[in-house]
């Protein structure tokens, strides 16, 4: 099998067609949908853009890979989707980017340049296209077909609807990736990574004018100042993710981001019509998810952050040829889960690290034992350190956090300085209206307790050094004397 696994930089859960949106329209995506898997409750486990990949790519909360920002190293000793690929005999290639800090420790000295710049190629990955945040690859094609005007990556973006869509950042990475694949034989890896819907919010070509901004819906309003928690009232503060007051305004940010969503889309069109010319449609595995949400406007807030599901709440697809097509899953599924399935489609081991676990039963139709709750976790220590006029100290920064887990009928809110939300979803679906039963909030916070406890990292923890044996303990046996002293 061929396995294509693309991910949609800040794609929204609820923004295409076979989701059920109203407006937007996605053929090559409601396709996978409808040949493959839906996940309709998929959750990424962080934002931004390092945290949330490095749980795609080492199947593990943030509590336990610790990448909490932009620029935190990866642990060396960790597995990742690559290195699962090389050992099911692959050899996985890289469009775009993984955005996975160097381990200082695995660096080659002080000096090393890797110690930088935060978006680094996961270990393992080979490189068809690497783009940095620079996207310089593509400025240099830009360049070269004589377009003037300001350089920048955000400049470049936000030129993008002055373009042909054939010149777009995300039409460059396909052309790139076709180019590859003209010379490969069946059983390829290929990571797409592309960075639409990703802002800033400017479609390419013609998609920017796709949607009218008088046909596109308003956001979700915020609550009243008294209601909010200090962390929202922050960030409305804020105007780097404030959203526009002007409904015009709001509109029209809403339909660039639908338009980068068709035109992703239809460079994904691209990519299915020559897999289909080459006879390989049917023998690949598609998998499409995102490394977290934006907030579009919904509680007044724009790109990724706090603890609304807007940030979190993602698109999930998976479409493997040799399995039936059309299941919806409502169970709740996370990012984590994908490395544990890749690994079972496979047929190489799962890593021991995993956190999350396969859904190839869940696509099977069988009546498995599942989560109740959808979780993730964000950290803002990084966004104290730099608006603040002192250094924090380490205690002060090991508080900027907070944990969520979203149920059928409740989510709730752990803040690491001891505060905490509870939002009754049965009443409100919109998390404006908090819960006020005791036992209610006690039951969501006992559970999310229990699922900490049940995530602590188990790598290591499941194995046992014995004068007898060193492994997995099997279960039932009796459990050894350890060794006090080897001599």
Not at 121 to 145: D, F, H, N, T
Not at 295 to 323: A, T, V
Request: glycine share 8%.
């Amino acid at each position: 099998m061929n396995v294509l696994f693309i991910t949609l930089d800040q794609f929204r859960g609820d923004s295409y067609g076979a989701a059920g949106h109203p407006l937007v329209t996605t053929p090559t995506l409601d396709r996978v949908a409808r040949e493959g898997v839906r996940l309709t409750r998929h959750y990424s486990q962080a934002a931004p853009c390092a945290p949330g990949r490095a749980a795609i790519f080492t199947g593990m909360y943030q509590m336990n890979n610790r990448v909490v920002a932009n620029g935190t190293p990866l642990a060396g000793e960790l597995d990742n989707l690559a290195f699962v690929a090389r050992r099911a005999g692959y050899d996985p290639t890289l469009f775009g980017y993984t955005d996975q800090g160097i381990d200082p420790f695995r660096a080659n000295d002080e000096q090393d340049p890797r110690l930088t710049y935060y978006d680094g190629i996961l270990p393992g990955m080979s490189v068809g296209l690497y783009l940095p945040e620079s996207q310089a690859g593509w400025a240099q094609y830009l360049r070269a077909k004589g377009y003037d005007g300001p350089t920048g990556w955000e400049a470049l973006l936000h030129g993008e609807p002055d373009r042909p869509v054939e010149d777009s950042l995300s039409g460059f990475l396909t052309t790139r990736f076709l180019e590859w694949l003209a010379h490969q034989e069946s059983g390829w890896f290929a990571h797409l990574s592309y960075l639409r819907p990703h802002p800033p919010y400017a479609a390419a070509g013609e998609f920017s004018r796709r949607y009218d901004p008088d046909e596109v819906e308003m956001p979700i309003a915020p609550v009243a100042s008294e209601q909010r928690h200090p962390l929202h009232e922050a960030a409305l503060a804020f105007g780097v993710v404030t959203a526009p007051q002007d409904p015009a305004a709001m509109r029209a940010l809403r339909a660039q981001y639908y338009g980068m969503i068709s035109e992703v889309d239809a460079q994904l069109g691209r990519i299915v019509e020559e897999l289909e010319a080459r006879g390989e449609w049917d023998d690949t595995i598609v998998v499409v998810t995102s490394d977290h949400g934006d907030q579009l406007g919904d509680h007044g807030l724009i790109e990724k952050l706090g603890f609304f599901p807007q940030s979190y709440h993602i698109i999930g697809l998976w479409r493997d040829p040799r399995e039936p097509g059309g299941r919806v899953i409502d169970h709740f599924t996370e990012n984590i889960d994908l490395l544990p399935t890749l690994a079972d489609a496979l047929d190489v081991d799962q890593p021991l690290q995993c956190d999350g676990h396969s859904l190839r039963p869940l696509f099977a139709g069988e009546d498995v034992r599942w989560r109740k709750e959808a979780h993730y976790e964000w950290d803002s220590r990084f966004v104290l350190l730099m608006s603040s006029t002192t250094t924090p100290s380490r205690h002060t920064l090991s508080r900027q956090n907070l944990a969520v887990s979203v149920g059928d009928d409740v989510a709730y809110v752990q803040f690491g300085d001891g505060s905490y939300r509870c939002y009754d979803l049965a009443v409100d679906p919109t998390w404006r209206t908090e819960c006020d039963d005791v036992d209610r909030v006690l039951a969501a916070a006992q559970g999310q307790l229990v699922w900490r406890q049940r995530h602590l990292r188990h790598d290591l923890t499941d194995m046992l050094l014995s004068a007898e044996r060193f492994g997995r303990w099997p279960k039932g046996l009796p459990y050894p004397v350890l060794a006090e002293a080897v001599s």
